[in-house]
């Protein structure tokens, strides 16, 4: 259990409405990321952190912005939500050490956007 | 660039069977690879990995074998149970950690 929460973990909302989700972990780490996982697509990368106000883009992240205030919590704002956006989304962390290129994920928000 | 390729689903089986999933990938360097899985409900779980040429990893009687001639990480068991139906997921990690698109399993009593 690598200590990873994620908030709320199902979310119906409106097309144009603002919606922010959160993960939160207890392990320290310094790497986390976002993700959407879509029928046919996988897992996309929507943005990652590499420490506390650290932040970059990944291959969808239009749409989307993040915030890392203070290491365990690193939240994802959809400013104005639209139905493309309907999806499961994960966060995960990077591990340390010997788990160094591994990642460890949260159980997942899903979200429907009307 | 780096990229994973695996094999499409879904893919039946019935218990007992022999499972393969290939997974292939392109990758400058030598990169780690591992296979994730997903039950149900949930978030990605390590399943297996393996950090260089010919390494073999194992865990709950699946395994896969790093071929760097054939760029393959194929993923293998060799009798499976109704419990092992999920999504399963190649990746490959470099500079960042890429997946391929998921092969659902399903596995029949």
């Known amino acids: 259990d690598a200590g990873i929460t994620q908030s709320p973990r199902h979310k119906v909302t409106e097309t144009g409405t603002p919606v922010t989700l959160r993960c939160h972990q207890t392990?320290?780490?310094?790497?986390m990321y976002w993700y959407r996982q879509d029928p046919g697509h996988g897992l996309r990368l929507i943005h990652y952190s590499y420490g506390v106000k650290d932040t970059d883009k990944g291959e969808v992240s239009d749409g989307y912005s993040v915030s890392r205030s203070k290491t365990e919590d690193f939240l994802l704002t959809l400013e104005s939500a639209t139905s493309s956006q309907t999806s499961v989304y994960f966060c995960?962390?990077?591990?340390?050490?010997?788990?160094?290129?591994?990642?460890?994920f949260g159980p997942g928000t899903r979200l429907t956007v009307l | 660039g780096n990229s994973v390729t695996q094999m499409e689903g879904p893919v039946t089986l019935s218990e007992e069977a022999f499972l393969t999933i290939n997974c292939t990938y392109t990758a400058t360097g030598y990169p780690s690879l591992f296979w994730y899985v997903q039950y149900p409900g949930e978030g990605l779980q390590l399943l297996l990995k393996?950090?260089?040429?010919?390494d073999k990893g194992s865990n709950k009687g699946f395994e896969a074998t790093y071929r760097k001639e054939t760029t393959s990480f194929h993923l293998e068991k060799g009798s499976v149970q109704v419990s092992d139906s999920a999504v399963y997921f190649c990746a490959l990690s470099a500079s960042k950690i890429i997946f391929g698109s998921g092969t659902r399993l399903s596995i029949r009593p």
């Open positions: 392990e320290n780490h310094r790497y």
């Open positions: 995960a962390i990077r591990g340390t050490d010997d788990n160094r290129n591994e990642q460890f």
């Open positions: 393996a950090t260089k040429a010919d």
